[in-house]
């Protein structure tokens, strides 16, 4: 039974960074995506960035060049590190893992393990 520890969320103004972690642990062996997403109030779930085993990554479009998704294999731990925030990232920080897919991807569905989520609030 696979479980993801997430941690490193905060307050932070507008510009600023912070740097998420997700410790992972009773992954299958064969696995091969990891992924971050955030929920605002009352919506759903929406991926971040994703990253597969060989570290080919992937991100969203309103995170493109701020966001930057890493993992430590040996330590089986996910990062996000933040940088530039704006108000619009508030949000519940989620890891994710356990996808199969070849090709890494944002269906919530497609990952069977889930962080407890980690609060990020941006202020202007």
């Known amino acids: 039974q696979g479980l993801l520890l997430e941690s490193g969320g905060g307050s932070v103004q507008s510009g600023g960074s912070l740097r998420l972690s997700c410790a992972a642990s009773g992954l299958a062996a064969g696995t091969n995506c990891m992924g971050w997403f955030r929920q605002y109030p009352g919506q759903e779930r929406e991926g971040v960035a994703v990253?597969?085993?060989?570290?080919?990554?992937d991100y969203s479009d309103p995170v493109k060049g701020r966001f930057t998704i890493s993992q430590d294999i040996a330590n089986n731990t996910l990062y996000l590190q933040m940088d530039s925030l704006k108000p619009e990232d508030t949000a519940m920080y989620y890891c994710a893992a356990d996808n199969y897919a070849r090709v890494c991807n944002y269906y919530t569905i497609a990952y069977s393990y889930w962080g407890q989520g980690t609060q990020v609030a941006v202020s202007s």
């Open positions: 990253i597969d085993r060989d570290g080919k990554t």
